[in-house]
């Protein structure tokens, strides 16, 4: 039986799991998917091979866990500015600047293309899934403002969020990309 190094089974899996995730993210920045194995995996976590599948039951599903790692504390800063506006449509504004501020952390393209590349179909399924979320705050928003047409808007404000996250993730400057972003979104909705 293998040493607790934690205050509870739970906390000592979910530092081995956080630990593994670690050590398959360094691979990928040193060597790419290619380099990352079960035993790369294992050796740079200090485990045994056959110990890692504890925590996940392939690769892919590994490569999911890297994808969608940064999704919940993503999906709160997101949430939380808009939480912190008053009006629908500073609401909006404060949904695109929030999830371009997330982009900028870093770590969106690499995971992003990770998605498209690597990951199996339903791994893929499963992380669209986890947009939902972000899908259902711009929603929200949207219904708030009493827009005549709340889905053709989200779709749009969307676009421009998605395409300016790419800039993001390409190296464009956050300041300036946000506010050309936040600029176009407010003009979307004072439409008349």
């Not at 293998?2 to 799991?17: D, F, T, Y």
Request: glycine share 6%; charged share 25%; net charge negative.
């Amino acid at each position: 039986m293998p040493k607790i190094e934690a205050g509870s089974v739970r906390e000592h899996r979910a530092q081995r799991l956080a630990q593994l995730i670690d050590a398959a993210e360094a691979i990928l920045s040193e060597g790419g998917v290619e380099a990352l194995t079960a035993g790369a995996v294992a050796a740079r976590a200090g485990i045994a091979r056959n110990s890692i599948y504890r925590y996940f039951d392939s690769i892919d599903d590994l490569l999911e866990l890297l994808v969608a790692r940064e999704f919940p504390a993503w999906t709160a800063a997101v949430e939380k500015a808009v939480a912190a506006e008053d009006t629908p449509g500073e609401q909006v504004a404060a949904y695109v600047r929030a999830n371009l501020e997330q982009a900028a952390r870093g770590t969106h393209g690499w995971r992003a293309s990770l998605s498209r590349g690597s990951l199996s179909p339903s791994a893929r399924q499963r992380v669209r899934k986890l947009h939902t979320t972000l899908h259902e705050v711009l929603a929200a928003s949207v219904d708030d403002l009493g827009d005549t047409q709340p889905e053709l808007t989200v779709a749009v404000v969307q676009a421009v969020t998605d395409a300016c996250v790419r800039r993001i993730d390409q190296g464009d400057d956050l300041q300036a990309v946000s506010a050309y972003a936040t600029d176009a979104v407010r003009r979307l909705l004072a439409r008349g």
